[in-house]
T-cell receptor, first 113, second 111 residues
Framework: GAGVSQSPSNKVTEKGKDVELRCDPI?????LYWYRQSLGQGLEFLIY????????KSGLPSDRFSAERTGGSVSTLTIQRTQQEDSAVYLC???????????FGNGTRLTVT | GDSVTQMEGPVTLSEEAFLTINCTYT??????LFWYVQYPGEGLQLLLK???ADDKGSNKGFEATYRKETTSFHLEKGSVQVSDSAVYFC??????????WGAGTKLIIKP
């Protein structure tokens, strides 16, 4: 079946512009995570959605970052007024539940010039 | 807070060599432990896991044993192949069901 799908796969934007990154999780997966992976670094947790519960936003690095998940399915990560330090690969993952393995998308590589 | 430390890469080995990638953790409680792998051009995928002390996770010839006494979860393989070249991530799931990740270890296998 289809895995986690992220779009776009690559995004180049100018400093100060807003960007939207999309994640389509595996159908039926109630948990959805956003991570950021910078070159040579581990995964940095951003935000976590679980069912209809309030999302865990504790990893968002600033108020320029926000995310929503509509209808318990598709999620959008928005970065406003992008900065060069926002350049990274943004990974989305979904899972059946809190104790199930994560399934990752291939990520969106964001480059802020 | 909880943390995961894994050996820095890159690790370069010849084909058929024995592999160990060290991973140690600090955590309150009894976390589940994972190894994920990221092959070139692909997304992260679960390689193996262990949910309690002394459990051994295994997959594709890789093994890791949950050692509570040494707070370790080292990844091993007896004979690596070129196709094992990838980045390997150790992770733990904390009491809030969040995954805490190591920095990743790049493995390069030369023919």
């Amino acid at each position: 079946g289809a895995g986690v799908s992220q779009s776009p796969s690559n995004k180049v934007t100018e400093k100060g512009k807003d960007v939207e990154l999309r994640c389509d999780p595996i159908s039926g997966h109630t948990a959805l995570y956003w991570y950021r992976q910078s070159l040579g670094q581990g995964l940095e947790f951003l935000i976590y959605f679980q069912g209809n519960s309030a999302p865990d936003k504790s990893g968002l690095p600033s108020d320029r970052f926000s995310a929503e998940r509509t209808g318990g399915s598709v999620s959008t990560l928005t970065i406003q007024r992008t900065q060069q330090e926002d350049s990274a690969v943004y990974l989305c993952a979904s899972s059946l539940g809190t104790e199930s393995p994560l399934h990752f998308g291939n990520g969106t590589r964001l480059t802020v010039t | 807070g909880d943390s995961v430390t894994q050996m820095e890469g890159p690790v370069t080995l010849s084909e058929e060599a024995f592999l160990t990638i060290n991973c140690t953790y600090t955590a309150t409680g009894y976390p589940s432990l994972f190894w994920y792998v990221q092959y070139p051009g692909e997304g992260l995928q679960l390689l193996l896991k262990a949910t309690k002390a002394d459990d051994k996770g295994s997959n594709k010839g890789f093994e890791a044993t949950y050692r509570k006494e040494t707070t370790s979860f080292h990844l091993e393989k007896g004979s690596v192949q070129v196709s094992d070249s990838a980045v390997y991530f150790c992770a733990l799931r904390d009491s809030n069901y969040q995954l805490i990740w190591g920095a990743g270890t790049k493995l390069i296998i030369k023919p």
